[in-house]
């Protein structure tokens, strides 16, 4: 299990971009999948948008791709979700996650997640 501490994130205007950060603690993060989650009020935890350990990325089924990306850095044991074009729907609560192997767009199958950051989109 790792420990994942996420920055970044804020108030931005509709259209704008925003990059989430997520470093995670321990060694070898190639052997974790890690994905963005988000959460608006009231609801819970929807998958965003995940990436293996070795690069794939696995979109939503309802994905954004196109608006977001996502990236990691296995040397600096960092991972990054790129929004761009914001829309205020995309405000909620991001957070980021960690399991070991397969990316999962079940929340409950992530064992280690980071404390979550504000995005919130004005109009």
């Known amino acids: 299990q790792v420990a994942l501490v996420q920055s970044g994130g804020g108030l931005v205007q509709v259209g704008g971009s925003l990059r989430l950060s997520c470093t995670a603690s321990?060694?070898?993060?190639?052997?974790?999948?890690m994905a963005w989650f988000r959460q608006a009020p009231g609801e819970g935890r929807v998958f965003l948008i995940g990436?293996?350990?070795?690069?794939?990325?696995?979109y939503d089924v309802e994905s954004e791709k196109g608006r977001f990306t996502i990236s990691r850095d296995n040397s600096k044991n960092q991972m990054y979700l790129q929004m761009n074009s914001l829309k205020p729907e995309d405000t909620a609560l991001y957070f980021c996650?960690?399991?070991?192997?397969?990316?999962?767009?079940?929340?409950?199958?992530?064992?280690?997640w980071g404390q979550g950051t504000q995005v919130t989109v004005s109009s």
């Open positions: 996650a960690a399991r070991l192997f397969a990316v999962s767009h079940n929340p409950n199958d992530f064992t280690s």
């Open positions: 321990g060694r070898a993060m190639s052997r974790y999948a």
């Open positions: 990436i293996s350990g070795s690069g794939d990325i696995i």
